[in-house]
């Protein structure tokens, strides 16, 4: 067991958060409320690595969806980088990668919105 | 302390002799006093009880003058009538027997009609050939002993009430909790014409109210609408979603069977609700419609899936396979949702079989990612193939115990067959 470990950073195109160790129902709320924290502004966009996070269950994919409804009510971007293989399959199955745009890692997840411009 | 006898413990030093002497004068003179003004009652009574000698103090008590109670009352003349009875059926009859008894509670009249709370101990005095004298007897008064035990016994029934009271409310939220468990699932399938039905829920939690949800009820005269599904949480916020879910689902179908239209109702009205409640809500959910052909014995299924784990298709012929809905989005989260539908043609001695990721993601290892996963659970399902739904569900539930603390989850399963030509059709529940 790994306890959740959750950075934010500011790139150019918007606020970049990364999520290591455990995503789960015992720590689900630690995101939730470093999520209430976050400011974005419309045309951003929100990155969350995931590429280091080892477990989600289904509270994790609360989060990502909380994490969704921030962006979308702030008229800003948010994008999936490094989904590991068990996430994307909850992902797909539930749906979600149809409204998440996903990125294989964080670099191409910033760099493709400053192509964009 | 109502001992009548000297007192003549010896000085401790020298220099305290005047003030001993003094001191044991001081005792010497008042073995009379003291035993008159004890702060107990002293009696002697002759052998049938005549009162011969009686001290002032249980005389106070008495509110008696020494001539009225001297050679004309007995001990138990001074009792109140509980007193008597007990006097003569223990008392008496102990102190006979022992010679001596001690610390008995019994009441005494004082004039005026009050009752006295007494201890009592009592002697026998013996002569030189042994045979019984007369009865010594200590009063004590007990009114401060007696009301420090109403207090406890007051402060005991006190407790007892609370504890009557928790109980009391503890069973009526049981019964509350069971009438409310009652709303989130059917106690019993109905009965579908030409479709065997079979269902199980497993609680990973017997007091936490479960998030899975499943249902089959009729929607016109030949067509039956079943749905199963999983919300997002656990616990009473869980189970009231899990309400409001299924009795969405079962208007909707009233209005449209269409199961994407049922979902579409679904999402809108948990969107609504719950989106900008600050506490989102969803679930996935499988819709579907039921339509028996009696003249083939086949069943048409029409489902729609929103976010969950795709159905499966046991064949009498032994294969085996997912009905795949990718695409269908979790109900609730977006004010509109993309569903997928699909369709299949049970024929006889085929079972659709739906279940929630609780089977799925059952722990099968040390390791968190050790999940049983979809694989193992289409190869299990292979092996049931051309079995019955309830026999298909039996095995399913022993599957789910062989998890032990693997399965942490809420669990339902729900399997629907078109019989097999045979003797025998039945619904279990």
């Not at chain 2, 220099?15 to 044991?24: K, L, P, V």
């Not at chain 2, 509980?82 to 102990?94: D, I, Q």
């Not at chain 2, 994407?260 to 809500?281: F, I, Q, W």
């Not at chain 2, 032990?404 to 339902?412: E, I, Q």
Request: glycine share 10%; aromatic share 6%; net charge negative.
């Amino acid at each position: 067991m790994s306890p959740l470990k959750v950075t934010t950073r500011d790139a150019e195109t918007g606020p970049v958060l990364e999520i290591v160790g455990e995503l789960d129902y015992a720590n689900a709320g630690e995101l939730r409320d470093l999520l209430a924290t976050i400011t974005l502004q419309p045309g951003q966009r929100f990155v969350v690595d995931l590429s280091r996070m080892e477990f989600c269950d289904s509270s994790g994919i609360t989060a990502l969806i909380a994490a969704h409804s921030l962006a979308q009510e702030a008229q800003a971007d948010i994008v999936l980088a490094g989904v590991p293989a068990n996430t994307l399959r909850i992902l797909r199955i539930v749906g979600l990668d149809q409204i998440f745009t996903l990125y294989p890692d964080r670099d191409s997840a910033v760099r493709s919105l400053d192509e964009r411009r | 302390m109502c001992r009548t006898g000297h007192q003549s413990d010896p000085p401790e030093a020298d220099d305290e002799m005047a003030s001993d002497a003094a001191f044991t004068a001081l005792l010497e003179d008042s073995a009379e006093e003291l035993y008159e003004s004890a702060p107990c009652g002293y009696l002697s009574t002759l052998m049938d009880g005549t009162i011969a000698k009686v001290n002032a103090t249980l005389l106070g008590w008495l509110g008696l003058e020494r001539e009225a109670v001297v050679g004309r009352m007995r001990f138990t003349d001074l009792l109140t009538v509980g007193g008597k009875l007990y006097h003569e059926t223990h008392f008496a009859p102990l102190l006979r027997m022992q010679g001596r008894i001690s610390g008995i509670a019994l009441e005494v009249k004082q004039t005026g009609g009050a009752r006295m709370p007494v201890l009592v101990s009592s002697v026998v005095k013996h002569g030189s050939t042994g045979e019984p004298l007369l009865i010594r007897t200590t009063v004590f008064d007990a009114r401060d002993r007696r009301a420090y035990e109403e207090e406890l016994l007051r402060g005991r029934k006190a407790a007892e009430e609370a504890h009557r009271q928790a109980e009391a409310d503890r069973a009526r939220l049981q019964d509350a909790l069971a009438v409310l468990q009652q709303s989130l699932l059917p106690a019993t399938l109905p009965p579908v014409p030409g479709v065997e039905t079979a269902a199980h829920y497993h609680t990973a939690h017997p007091d936490r109210l479960g998030g899975d949800f499943y249902d089959v009820f009729p929607v016109d005269g030949k067509r039956f609408a079943f749905f199963l599904g999983d919300v997002c949480g656990k616990g009473p916020q869980a189970a009231a979603v899990t309400s409001l879910t299924r009795y969405t689902l079962r208007a909707a179908a009233v209005h449209d069977s269409d199961p994407v239209s049922a979902l579409t109702t679904l999402n809108k009205v948990l969107h609504e609700r719950y989106a900008g409640s600050g506490d989102p809500r969803y679930c996935t959910a499988v819709f579907g419609t039921l339509e028996p052909d009696p003249g083939t014995g086949q069943v048409a299924i029409h489902l729609a899936s929103g976010g969950h784990p795709p159905v499966l298709v046991l064949r009498a012929d032994g294969t085996t396979d997912f009905l795949p809905t990718p695409g269908g989005l979790l109900v609730g989260i977006l004010p509109s949702a993309p569903f997928v539908t699909a369709t299949t043609v049970l024929d006889p001695g085929d079972t659709l079989l739906l279940y929630t990721d609780g089977l799925t993601e059952a722990r099968t290892g040390e390791d968190r990612d050790s999940l049983y996963g979809y694989e193992a659970l289409l190869a299990f399902a292979a092996g049931q193939a051309g079995k019955p739904p309830h026999a298909v569900i039996q095995a399913l539930i022993g599957l789910l115990d062989g998890f032990g603390d693997g399965l942490d989850d809420d669990t339902a399963l729900l399997a629907l067959g078109a019989p097999a030509p045979g003797p025998a059709t039945k619904n279990a529940p």
